[in-house]
């Protein structure tokens, strides 16, 4: 018989997260992918300022907190001083997409030896739910409560297609946490972009698409839906890129 034990990754704590959120099982996912890699005491996460601004509460490894948009830097930083360590990225579709834009970019461009967790839930979660580069077109969000316009907020920004069309890139896949199934596939995902890097293949990022009820205003049930039937229509999962050997 199986039996689910915590990650000893992850700390004994009760996250802040609001019910249904995707970003529980995204960290459960990280911090299992570190166990069994047997690399927690060499590794080194960076923490942004959205959601996950709390992750140093809840990873039994080091993490720096960074400046809004700017964990690309920080990472590069830390990699580039102690390259032995295991160097991972965790940020928002808020924090990568809008004000981390260029940061992610270029260190892609570069071809940093990182990995990257990417969480698109389509709005600004921590500040009340307002239009992200993300949101999709007719989405009603606090600051759009019509639903986006092309005409006044143009079209969603696919970041993963973006990054895609850089040559340092090795490795980029879209997934999602909304079944089972589609969470089997984020942690085989994730584990792959982590062994990238132990490999010293390049610059890998896993985008995930997470549920989001509270800003979204829709139950639990339907955020899993609504992923299925509406995100994945302009984010459709999987491999974007894989330069592999």
Known sequence: MTVMKKPET?????THYCPGCGHGIIHRLVAEVIDELKIREKTVGTAPVGCAVL?????NCD????AHG???AVATGIKRVHPDLVVFGYSGDGDMAAIGTAEIVHAVNRGENLTFIFVNNAVYGMTG???APTTMLGQKTTTT???REIKEAGYPLRVSEMLATLDGACYIERCAVNNAANVIKTKKAIKKAFQNQIDKKGFSIVEVLSQCPTN????TIKSNEFIEKEMMKIYPLGVLKDKGD
């Open 216 to 219: 979204w205003g829709i139950a």
């Open 55 to 59: 992750l140093y509460d809840y990873f």
């Open 145 to 147: 409560p019509y639903g």
């Open 10 to 14: 992850l700390k004994e704590a009760v």
């Open 63 to 66: 993490i720096i907190e960074c």
């Open 70 to 72: 700017r964990i690309p």
């Open 129 to 131: 739910g307002q239009m």
